[in-house]
């Protein structure tokens, strides 16, 4: 089936089979405004390759209003029509891609925030592609999809890996590996949690960040207490405590001072763990 629809495809007039490789990179649904922003092309020839590719079976139309969509006959066209570009043109289109949604929904990149992360990363963007892949992972975790947003955050973890070590890209990989371990939590990751806060770690230190050294003592603590370990997880809140009241920090006082209060809960220590809970209900 693939050859036969590679050959098809081949025989296909030069301007239609590009128009058709343009559609491929964009995704199995191909909304005209990307495909006329990317092709480069006017906007009646745009109209006559649709009309040709959609009497050649290859697209059709799925939505008229309010703007016009078009979407591959078949799964396995899309993907042996993308088969067809070479790496370099693959990514150069990816990246135009970027760009033509960026013009196209200046007002909604929100709503095409999970197309952009995947357009950034094949197009080796790595700057939008980290803060995409940031967005998407923390939409995902708003509507409770942990798993997605869990993906979502390792891979902006992967493409942060190609720029250059900075001061900003250090904050960056510390703050992405707090958002993976909010969502990790719900899917009861412990041991994942613990990696990645110790990753966290290491490049706080190297920081000398005091505000997310803090946070991290907080999310330790909790890690611990969780898993069954009161009595470690009472260093950590003392440090998460001990740092927030050096910064300032009100909301890190509420998190240190209730966390290191359940730990103290935790191993009987009823009469701090009350000074500790009122005061965060103080600071609340």
Known sequence: MQVILAARIDRLPADDKQLLQTASVIGKDVPFVL???????????????????????????????????????????HEVTYGTLLQERRKALHARIVGAIERSYPDRLTEHVERLAHHAVRGEMWEQAVAYLHQAGAKALARSANREAVACFEQALTAL????????????AIDLRF?????????????????????????????????????????????????????????????????????????????????????????GDYRRAEDLLLKVLQLA
Not at 44 to 73: C, I, M, N, S
Not at 161 to 170: K, N, Q, V
Request: net charge negative; with cysteine; hydrophobic share 40%.
């Open 161 to 172: 890996g190609h720029l250059p070590e900075t001061r900003e890209t250090l904050e960056q």
């Open 179 to 267: 958002d993976l371990r909010t969502a990790l939590f719900p899917l009861g990751e412990f041991e994942r949690i613990f990696g990645c806060l110790r990753e966290a770690e290491g490049l706080a230190r190297t920081l000398d960040d005091q505000r997310r050294l803090g946070q991290l003592s907080v999310y330790l603590c909790h890690n611990l207490w969780m898993t069954g370990h009161p009595t470690e997880a009472l260093g950590f809140g003392q440090s998460a405590q001990a740092l927030a009241e050096s910064l300032g920090d009100v909301p890190l006082q509420v998190t240190g001072n209730l966390y290191l209060g359940v730990a103290c809960l935790a191993t």
């Open 35 to 77: 495909l006329h922003a990317v092709a480069e092309a006017a906007e009646d020839a745009v109209q006559r390759g649709l009309t040709h590719l959609q009497a050649a079976e290859f697209l059709y139309e799925t939505r008229l209003f309010p703007d016009p969509e078009y979407t591959f006959k078949h799964a396995l066209t």
